[in-house]
């Protein structure tokens, strides 16, 4: 005869206990990604150039989506197209804060606009860097 408590066990609640419904709704699990992003930025550029918050944000912001993360200009140091709006809203900025931190980038030589919204981003941040660690762009360079 078969033991009462086995049924028991292998039988299987209908309803799902509270703490397995609050591990489910979770999602999978987080696990934090990693950026290359050269020492140079903070050993020289952070020092020479004593940029604002915003301007960090946003020269972060794009030079991950340029050499961080997928895309098919990598090579070219271009970004793929971005909205200002999506930009302020992940770095929880208002547009005209990211707007005006992308033209001091710009004056400053970090970036230049291609169109609004795309942007070409030196991998070594200034020509200068650029020239000493041989940083090309296939051909494509402003």
Same mark, same amino acid.
């Given at each position: 005869?078969? +033991?009462? $408590?086995?049924? !028991? !066990?292998?039988?299987?609640?209908k309803?799902?206990?509270?703490? %397995?419904?609050?591990?489910? $709704?979770?999602?999978?699990?987080?696990?934090?990604?990693?950026?290359?992003?050269?020492?140079?930025? *903070?050993? $020289?550029?952070?020092?020479?150039y004593?940029?604002? =918050?915003? %301007?960090?944000?946003?020269?972060?912001?794009?030079? =991950?989506?340029?050499?961080?993360?997928?895309?098919?200009?990598?090579? *070219?140091?271009?970004?793929?197209?971005?909205?200002?709006?999506?930009?302020?809203?992940?770095?929880?900025?208002?547009?005209?804060?990211?707007?005006?931190?992308?033209?001091?980038?710009?004056?400053?030589?970090?970036?230049?606009?291609?169109?609004?919204?795309?942007? *070409?981003? =030196?991998r070594? *941040?200034?020509? %200068?860097? /650029?020239?000493?660690?041989?940083?090309?762009?296939? +051909?494509? /360079?402003?």
């Open positions: 005869m078969v +033991d009462l $408590q086995s049924i !028991l !066990l292998d039988h299987k609640a309803k799902k206990k509270s703490d %397995e419904v609050s591990h489910e $709704q979770e999602g999978p699990s987080v696990t934090p990604t990693l950026s290359e992003i050269p020492d140079m930025f *903070f050993d $020289q550029i952070l020092v020479e004593k940029l604002g =918050r915003i %301007e960090i944000l946003v020269l972060m912001y794009i030079y =991950r989506m340029v050499y961080c993360r997928p895309n098919l200009y990598k090579l *070219f140091g271009i970004s793929p197209l971005l909205s200002h709006y999506e930009m302020a809203k992940t770095l929880i900025l208002e547009v005209p804060e990211t707007v005006g931190a992308i033209h001091k980038l710009e004056e400053l030589g970090f970036i230049s606009t291609i169109r609004a919204g795309q942007y *070409f981003v =030196r070594f *941040f200034t020509k %200068e860097n /650029d020239e000493i660690f041989k940083q090309t762009y296939a +051909d494509f /360079d402003l």
